[in-house]
């Protein structure tokens, strides 16, 4: 069964500094990667996904992420957070061969951004 | 997201109850999918359906039970609720074409 690893669990930035949050996966197959977010009482909301393509990623809000297939890691990029980007951050991963589209998650990197 | 509705938002219930959480959507997606979250474990597939004909297991399916009543509604039942199923529950759904999911707002259970 693959699986979801977020190293990062609780990461405090200063307004301005440059974020970087880790994501490897287990699964050796082809996959679809998603990052998504969660603001304080908020449900998930998509921050950006990769299919194929360009490993470079664009999302919302300035965030990006870079897909390594040999490194099997998808990490989230920000060149300057914002005090509204305090937020939950999730890791997620779906098999593309299999029928199966239910998402496998990383359990989670808290962000605190201080202004 | 608006177009994923999930009822009630927060319940309290004590141990051995039987409690129904409802997840209803607008999106006309065939898919959809029942997670719980827990503190540091991030989000779990309970149970998901790909249509009305079509439920299966996700990988902590003991204890719930699932009813896809129409396209548009998928319900998650808890048939003697416990404590340790006491967490943040989340429904969502996707389609074939960009499979990217959508989530409910969520539903706070508490077992006593």
């Known amino acids: 069964a693959q699986s979801v690893s977020q190293h990062n669990h609780h990461v405090i930035l200063s307004e301005a500094a440059s974020l970087e949050l880790g994501c490897n996966y287990s699964y050796g197959g082809t996959v679809n990667l998603f990052w998504y977010v969660q603001y304080p009482g908020q449900h998930l909301q998509l921050l950006l996904k990769y299919f194929s393509g360009d490993p470079l990623v664009k999302g919302i809000k300035g965030f990006e992420a870079e897909f390594i297939k040999s490194k099997f890691s998808f990490n989230l990029r920000k060149p300057s957070v914002q005090w509204s980007d305090t937020a939950e951050y999730f890791c997620a991963v779906n098999e593309r061969a299999t029928g199966r589209r239910a998402l496998t998650f990383g359990s989670g990197t808290r962000l605190q951004v201080q202004p | 997201d608006a177009d994923v509705t999930q009822t009630p938002r927060n319940r309290i219930t004590k141990t051995g109850k039987r409690i129904m959480l409802e997840c209803s959507q607008t999106?006309?997606?065939?898919?959809m999918y029942w997670y719980r979250q827990d503190p540091g474990l991030g989000l779990r597939l309970i149970y998901y359906?790909?249509?009305?004909?079509?439920?299966n297991k996700g990988e902590i399916s003991d204890g719930y039970s699932v009813s896809r009543q129409a396209q548009a509604k998928f319900s998650l039942s808890l048939e003697s609720a416990i404590p340790n199923q006491t967490a943040l529950y989340f429904c969502?759904?996707?389609?074939?074409?960009?499979?990217?999911?959508?989530f409910g707002p969520g539903t706070r259970l508490t077992v006593l």
């Open positions: 359906s790909f249509d009305v004909k079509d439920i």
């Open positions: 969502a759904t996707s389609d074939f074409v960009t499979d990217t999911q959508y």
């Open positions: 999106k006309g997606h065939d898919r």
